[in-house]
């Protein structure tokens, strides 16, 4: 199956600053990659996902950029806010969805 | 609009003891999931099923039974729990728009302890 390995563990940031989680797959057929926030008590919810076929997509302060030829794929939070502090997923998809280990972010007010 | 939910969401047992978890989805979604969440390790597929009455075996199934006798609800069993199943579990269930894959809807998980 697939291997999706996940960097950092934890990330603490100051309130503002930006915070980056970096991912890398083993399975060149997966071809689509979502990110998941899964908030205390809470099951994990998507927050933005990139196809194949695409390098960068943005929705307001998040964006995740792919690079299909190294196999890694990022997920970019800018001007973190006190909300934005939970634990992160990356998975990527072929048949299934294969999950990485999970960033716990914090964000310092 | 209920989503997925997970009954119950605590239980303890004890080495050997069985219990059933059930997930239901009102979402009329196909493909439903059942995955366990331990520290460092991330979500891990336990058992899947792609439409009512049909089950699969993800990457962890050892020790776990499913059914899937209705569209909407999905049941997780296990028939002597170990301490190595203590865990926390989440259901979910995929909405796809026509373009594979779609987006996973989770419930909000069922810690388990076995003692």
């Known amino acids: 199956g697939e291997d999706v390995e996940q960097h950092p563990s934890t990330l603490s940031v100051q309130e503002g600053d930006s915070a980056v989680i970096k991912c890398t797959y083993s399975?060149?057929?997966?071809?689509?990659f979502p990110w998941y926030k899964q908030e205390l008590g809470k099951g994990p919810q998507l927050i933005i996902d990139?196809?194949?076929?695409?390098g960068e997509k943005k929705d307001q302060r998040i964006a995740v950029t792919l690079n299909k030829t190294a196999k890694h794929f990022s997920l970019h939070i800018t001007e973190t806010q006190p909300e934005d502090s939970a634990v992160y997923f990356c998975?990527?998809?072929?048949?299934?969805?294969?999950f990485g280990t999970g960033t716990s972010l914090t964000v310092i007010p | 609009n209920a989503g997925v939910t997970q009954t119950p969401k605590f239980r303890v047992l004890k080495t050997g003891q069985s219990m059933t978890l059930l997930c239901a989805q009102d979402?009329?979604?196909?493909?439903m999931y059942w995955y366990r969440q331990d520290p460092g390790m991330g979500l891990r597929l336990i058992h899947y099923?792609?439409?009512?009455?049909?089950?699969a075996k993800g990457e962890v199934p050892d020790g776990y039974n499913v059914s899937r006798l209705k569209k909407q609800n999905f049941l997780l069993g296990l028939e002597s729990a170990a301490p190595s199943q203590t865990s926390v579990y989440f259901c979910?269930?995929?909405?796809?728009?026509?373009?594979?894959?779609?987006?996973?809807?989770f419930g909000e998980g069922s810690r388990l302890t076995v003692l």
């Open positions: 998975a990527a998809t072929g048949n299934q969805f294969y």
């Open positions: 399975d060149s057929a997966s071809n689509y």
């Open positions: 990139i196809r194949s076929n695409v």
């Open positions: 979402m009329n979604h196909e493909y």
């Open positions: 099923s792609v439409g009512e009455g049909t089950t």
């Open positions: 979910a269930s995929l909405w796809t728009s026509g373009k594979w894959p779609g987006e996973l809807f």
